[in-house]
């Protein structure tokens, strides 16, 4: 799987939009890319995935650049309760092992009464 | 969303003893399931892959004959601690991928002290 890079931590006020970078230049033609989160002390949780078309649910929206070398994941209203490690893990679609996720060390994001 | 549980959710044990650890899903079969090591300010680590029916895959560097996986049905995978020392202690996740495998379910861990 693609190895991913994003920035150690950001801060974000309550109630604005809070954008999370995350670079992934190696990515292949059939790996997706993943937002996960981990809220302190809990498993994480899915928000939500694409390939290369821009995403939304009711979680965040994803928008991912043309070339699928970086996507940005967006709380659209973040709020005090949306401070976590946000991880973003790019990963093939395939049986088996490969449902396996990487994680790497994620951006801790703040938000800030 | 399916639900992932784990049992228990802490656990002190003495140094030498075995410890296990249950996951379980509760509304979804999952023939596969991942167990993953995190230790304080660390990310994930990925310890093994569980799979129902068959031998456990580790991952380079765990041990296989000190972390005992059993994934005996459909919904149960468990993980035996074995010889637990303090270096062992550390926060003990699972997780099992959805039908469609677009997501994984992730339960809310096993915080293990071995004192």
């Known amino acids: 799987d693609a190895k991913t890079t994003q920035p150690t931590s950001m801060d974000c006020a309550e109630g604005r939009a809070a954008n999370l970078p995350c670079n992934h230049s190696?990515?292949?033609?059939?790996?997706?890319v993943y937002w996960y989160r981990q809220i302190h002390s809990q498993g994480p949780q899915y928000i939500i995935h694409?390939?290369?078309n821009n995403e939304t649910n009711e979680m965040a929206s994803l928008i991912i650049t043309e070339d699928r070398k970086s996507s940005t994941l967006i709380l659209p209203h973040a709020t005090l309760r949306d401070t976590a490690v946000y991880y973003c893990?790019?990963?093939?679609?395939?049986?088996?092992?490969?449902?396996?996720?990487?994680f790497g060390k994620g951006t801790l994001l703040t938000v800030n009464p | 969303g399916a639900v992932v549980s784990q049992h228990p959710s802490w656990v002190i044990c003495k140094s030498g003893t075995s410890v296990k650890i249950e996951c379980r899903s509760l509304d979804f079969q999952a023939t596969t399931m991942f167990w993953y090591r995190q230790f304080p300010k660390q990310s994930l680590m990925l310890m093994a892959t569980s799979n129902e029916g068959s031998k456990a895959t580790y991952e380079q560097g765990v041990e296989k004959d000190k972390f005992l996986i059993n994934h005996a049905s459909l919904t149960l995978s468990t993980l035996t601690v074995t010889s637990a020392h303090p270096e062992d202690s550390s926060f003990y996740i699972c997780?099992?991928?959805?039908?469609?495998?677009?997501?994984?379910?992730f339960g809310p861990g096993t915080r293990l002290t071995v004192l």
């Open positions: 893990i790019v990963r093939g679609h395939l049986r088996g092992s490969n449902y396996k996720l990487t």
């Open positions: 694409g390939l290369k």
């Open positions: 997780s099992a991928p959805s039908r469609g495998n677009n997501e994984q379910f």
């Open positions: 190696t990515i292949s033609g059939n790996e997706y």
